[in-house]
């Protein structure tokens, strides 16, 4: 609405009104919401169906966007090298991401199972599955999990993330691996990252408290 407002005044304003005295208001920057390590993995048992599972799986063990997973083909996959294709990304950027032998156990399963022709998940007349779907797929473990927390899909890769910082990995290779093209993105997950905060002794210890 600002920009319109001071598009409006730049044309039609001539000299008259100054578009620059509009302040635009600061955004609120909320903090992304994660699952501990236990949260994540009741999700990822929870799907009956070995389809529904390995989806999951791979969301969140590649750290994944719920289009990069309905968009990855067969050929993406590359078992000599245990990674995965990541093709046209956010912003049309490409990336390479590692693959887990437990995924590929479970990839192992699902192929023996189902017979995707093009892409690894397809519907069920075929094609790319669909983005819908897999919000279903998410919400159904979360119920089966009996995780009350509002969140959604998304929350798997900023777990994946944040996870990994736990672990101790190198905020600029969660970069590579989450495709962000700055670091300042990806430095908000240190902000719910137990790694540091692990260190932190309450004062409250120090008091006599009875």
């Given amino acids: 609405m600002v920009s319109a407002i001071k598009t409006y005044y730049t044309i039609a304003g001539k000299g008259r009104v100054d578009p620059e005295f509009l302040e635009r208001p600061r955004r609120r920057r909320a903090l992304p919401k994660v699952l501990s ?3 994540v993995s009741n999700i990822l048992n ?3 169906n070995v389809k529904h599972k390995l989806l999951l799986w791979i ?3 590649c750290g994944l966007r719920r289009s990069e997973a309905t968009n990855i083909k067969l050929t993406d996959l590359d078992r000599d ?3 995965l294709h990541i093709r046209e990304g956010k912003g049309r950027v490409d990336r390479i991401v590692p693959v887990s032998v437990k995924v590929w ?3 192992d399963e699902y192929l023996s199972s189902y017979r995707p022709r093009e892409y690894l998940f397809e519907g069920q007349t075929s094609g790319r599955y669909s983005s819908e ?3 279903r797929v998410f919400k159904n473990a979360l119920l089966k999990a009996g995780i009350k927390k509002d969140v959604g899909v998304h929350s798997l890769r900023h777990s994946y993330a ?3 910082h736990e672990n101790g990995l190198d905020i600029r290779y969660i970069q590579e691996l989450l495709g962000h093209k700055s670091t300042r993105t990806t430095e908000i997950y240190t902000h719910v990252s137990r790694r540091n905060l692990a260190v932190v ?3 409250i210890e120090d008091l006599d408290l009875k």
């Fill in 37 to 39: 390590k236990e949260e």
């Fill in 46 to 48: 929870s799907p009956g």
């Fill in 105 to 107: 156990e479970k990839l």
């Fill in 81 to 83: 090298r245990g990674i």
């Fill in 162 to 164: 944040t996870h990994l």
């Fill in 133 to 135: 779907s897999v919000y």
């Fill in 59 to 61: 969301i969140y063990s």
């Fill in 201 to 203: 002794r309450s004062p």
